[in-house]
């Protein structure tokens, strides 16, 4: 007895190319926004313009800040209604790409950034004091995730090489499992 096998045809030179266009037209349209909200804004007289970047406001409250660092980057933060940073998206000391978002109060509690030694990905989330309490990234070419204490110390880690736990100094403890 013979058993009926369907099988999906590789996609053609032809057809990668036309989903690979659409998707490049896609990435155009979603950086064309920005631009036009800026310059929309510019046009409405709602802009003010500084040696080192533009302002934005609303009703006389500063909304926004559209500027370039010391070094030459630059960089753009959105506020709250009381100027508080809300988000952050820039680049590090080092040149490294990243996001900051931060709560209410304008406190930081989540950052998405690339290394600056390694280029890999770091997701990390804060707790209220600032501490980082969870960290996902790439280790030589490896996932890790990690979970600190309050006081910033490693708790946890799981990467590739096995799951270690941590006491309250950072110390490991003896219950940690290492991969075969």
Known sequence: MQSAMTTTPAPTVEQRLARLERQNRRWKQIALIPALLLAVVCLTGAVKQYQDGI???????????????????????MLGQK???????????QWSPMLMLYNRKGQMTAELSVDYKSG?????????????????????????L???????????????????????HGNELPSSVMAQ
């Open 120 to 144: 890999m990905p770091v997701l990390q989330f804060m707790d209220p004091r600032g501490n980082s309490r969870m960290r996902l990234d790439v280790e030589e070419g490896r996932p890790a």
């Open 83 to 93: 100027g508080q940073d809300i988000i952050y998206l820039g680049q590090s000391d």
């Open 146 to 168: 990690a979970f600190y204490g309050p006081k910033g110390v490693n708790r946890m880690l799981l990467t590739s090489k096995g799951l270690s736990f941590y006491d309250e």
């Open 55 to 77: 302002e934005v406001a609303a009703r006389g409250v500063r909304q926004g800040w559209f500027g370039f660092t010391n070094d030459g980057g630059i960089n753009l933060n």
